[in-house]
């Protein structure tokens, strides 16, 4: 191990319990004590200064450690052919996220990025992220919300293209292929194909005889086959290149612990205080945070109501509420998760039916009416509405 100055005054310091006159035999058992002190000495040194909490490194100890440790830069792009439950890494699949935890250094540096190039190719708006993923299915590219300070993280689930142009970063290359071509050539008679190419193929029999001797040649069959141009046509309905499916992640985050660790340190602290108890530790304000977690929040989000009978999933914690208006008509909601819903029946003279009810995130419900809907809606309970983005 590499010694710091005040290790090495400690060490030099130290002395071995034999001494050895020159020109005299040494022995080997005290030559071999000495080795086992020193040894000890070393191990004991380990103990006092590297198996602690580090505190007493310096800043530039700190700084080298940090530098020369193994890490992997925020920015970089991850394969995996399984799921990677690492916090310093998330999936390419356009979330959009804000600069808190581990996310903080990541949305740093996007936006350290935004400002000093804000027309950097590998940026673009929300409205032409949302217009790539609607046509294509993915886009290549973030985008940086200077009001709200929050990263939209590119889509990606096609294959990645390299290149050593900066400003093509992130463009999307569209599927194509070579063009089909093929070519018929007559010989000068009539219904007589002469010779076929490329994707044309024909089949000729043989006509009525002519009146200067001979048989006139007739086409019986002309056919148009793109693999006769190219074998790798007819071989997927789809532009198809051979692949292999892998997940697609983004570092956030690199491994030192003042980024990640730290955030985790605080969790298992608070988790292995309060978790696994029977909560009696807990505050009038951690009961009224709880109680909060149950109750709807002012956010929600207007639904379209398709025709009666029709499936919806909760997108997070809350309430589905239909309400018909002035119409007198029936609401029926029922959570297939829980085999149980709520109901409000047509009353004649009473107006509209309300009904409304909880749901978790990914509980599927079907709802059925009658006389359409005035309003429908899904609201988020207290703590799930930060999904609504």
């Known amino acids: 191990m590499a010694l710091i100055k005040s290790d090495r005054k400690d060490f030099m310091s130290y002395s071995v319990p034999y001494t050895f006159i020159p020109g005299t035999k040494a022995r080997a058992q005290e030559i071999n004590a000495n080795f086992t002190s020193i040894t000890d000495s070393i191990d004991a040194l380990d103990t006092k200064k590297i198996d602690l909490d580090l505190s007493n490194i310096s800043e530039t100890g700190i700084e080298f450690i940090k530098n020369n440790t193994l890490t992997r830069n925020i920015g970089e792009i991850i394969f995996a052919p399984i799921p990677i439950t690492d916090v310093g890494v998330h999936l390419l699949d356009g979330t959009k996220i804000s600069e808190e935890g581990i996310y903080k250094d990541f949305v740093k540096y996007i936006k350290k990025l935004y400002n000093e190039a ?78 076929t190419a490329g994707a044309f193929s024909s089949t000729t029999v ?46 956030i985050a690199n491994s030192t612990k003042t980024e990640i660790q730290s955030d985790i340190d605080e969790v298992v602290t608070d988790l292995n205080g309060k978790a696994d108890t029977d909560l009696t530790n807990t505050t009038n304000t951690g009961y009224i945070k709880m109680a909060g977690a149950s109750m709807p929040s002012n956010k929600y989000i207007n639904l379209t109501l398709g025709a009666s ?15 018909t208006g002035n119409v007198a008509g029936s609401v029926t909601i029922y959570n297939a998760n829980l085999g149980m819903g709520t109901m409000s029946p047509a009353i004649s003279g009473w107006g509209g039916g309300v009904a409304f009810l909880p749901v978790k995130k990914g509980d599927i419900v079907t709802i059925w009416y009658s006389n359409g809907a005035e309003i429908f809606r899904f609201v988020y309970a207290v703590g799930s509405e930060s999904e609504a983005q």
């Open 118 to 195: 804000p027309t950097a190719n590998y940026f673009t708006d929300e409205a032409s992220w949302q217009q790539s993923v609607s046509t294509y299915g993915v886009c290549g590219k973030f985008v940086y919300d200077s009001t709200n300070n929050t990263v939209r993280l590119p889509k990606v689930s096609d294959i990645l293209q390299g290149t050593t142009d900066v400003t093509a970063l992130g463009d999307l290359v569209e599927a194509g292929l070579p063009n089909i071509t093929g070519s018929i050539s007559s010989s000068g008679r009539l219904f007589n194909p002469g010779t």
């Open 206 to 251: 043989t006509g009525p005889a002519l009146t200067n001797g001979g048989n006139q040649a007739m086409l019986n069959s002309l056919s148009f086959s793109a693999s006769r141009s190219s074998s790798i046509y007819g071989n997927s309905s789809t532009v198809q290149p051979q692949a292999i499916k892998v997940l697609y992640y983004i570092v």
């Open 309 to 323: 009978g029709t499936t919806y999933t909760a997108p997070a914690n809350g309430w589905f509420c239909v309400n």
